[in-house]
């Protein structure tokens, strides 16, 4: 029978030995989320017996976490805008990044009393819900779409976890495709759609691969803008907006997709690194 310190040596030293960054980290996660304990009880308690039973939960946790795989799919959870947010390997890992988009759309929708929009792409439902869950107006119709209908059980969890499951529609469609069929006109769609080139994609990290590529990826980064740029008019009533996460290094070729639609960027939302992140663009009365 392990002690919990020995647990931790070992694991810690296969970490050093695969190049982890934070092996410390790695292995306090690992063990405090298997085991559901604080960090405080592996060094204040480092005699604590394991069962056999507690030491193969932890084996198996750390076996898949040393193959690169995300930590938030080996525990299903993710932290995102203060809520906390269950995720598999059906839907992309939330970035600290996207928490920009939800911080613009708050202001905006309180700003110019929105009460309608779509989320695009939801995913987790991590935007939808964040927006829901910190608006101080009163909203009277909320989407959230997605083509894969397993992407929507993520987020249709996701809301029923956090009681909002009533207060939005989810629709399994493609892009915009249910409101163009549908003649529905909104005030404003948020995105944060795959743009990620084919190039780029192939000198990520090694658990960039353990998410859909459907979420990340497109042959130039551009296809969803082109799509939005395209089609956005048909969905955003006039003076309604878009926001949209985008990839810093097509930024202009991303505005200039929407300025030659006759579209006016009206914000550019820069990120932690003063790279542009996201922009909000208006649809001209």
């Known amino acids: 029978m392990y002690r919990i310190g020995e647990v931790y040596q070992k694991i810690y030293n296969e970490f050093l030995k695969n190049n982890f960054d934070s092996a410390r980290i790695e292995t306090e996660v690992i063990i405090t989320k298997t085991l559901g304990i604080d960090k405080s009880v592996i060094y ?19 076996s898949l976490r040393i193959a690169h795989f995300p930590m938030e799919y080996i525990f299903c959870e993710k932290e995102f805008f203060g809520l906390k947010f269950y ?23 309180e700003r110019n009393g929105i009460t309608s929009f779509a989320d695009i792409g939801t995913g987790s439902g991590n935007i939808v819900i964040s927006i829901l869950k910190n608006i101080k107006t009163k909203l009277k119709e909320v989407f959230a779409t997605d083509l894969y209908e397993n992407v929507l059980k993520v987020a ?7 009681g909002l499951l009533e207060k939005i ?38 658990e960039i691969y353990y998410e859909p590529s459907y979420a990340l990826v497109t042959l130039d980064g551009l296809k969803f803008y082109r799509y939005f740029s395209a089609n956005g008019k048909k969905v955003v009533k006039e003076g309604g907006y878009l926001i949209l996460e985008i990839n810093p290094n097509l930024f202009t070729k991303i505005c200039d997709l929407f300025t030659n639609e006759s579209y006016r960027i009206y914000k550019i ?14 649809v001209l009365k």
């Open 44 to 62: 204040s308690f480092p005699e604590k017996k394991l069962s056999v039973k507690q030491i193969e939960k932890i084996l198996k946790n750390f």
């Open 87 to 109: 995720v598999d390997h059906n839907v992309l890992i939330p970035r600290p990044e996207t928490e920009l988009l939800v911080e613009e759309a708050l202001s905006l929708i």
């Open 156 to 162: 249709i969890k996701n809301a029923k976890n956090y």
């Open 169 to 206: 529609k989810f629709i399994l469609t493609d892009k915009l495709k249910y409101f163009i069929d549908n003649k529905i006109k909104l005030e404003l769609i948020i995105s944060n759609p795959p743009y990620v080139t084919l190039k780029e994609y192939k000198n990520l990290q090694k």
């Open 269 to 282: 939302i820069y990120d932690y690194q003063k790279l542009p992140r996201g922009i909000v663009i208006e």
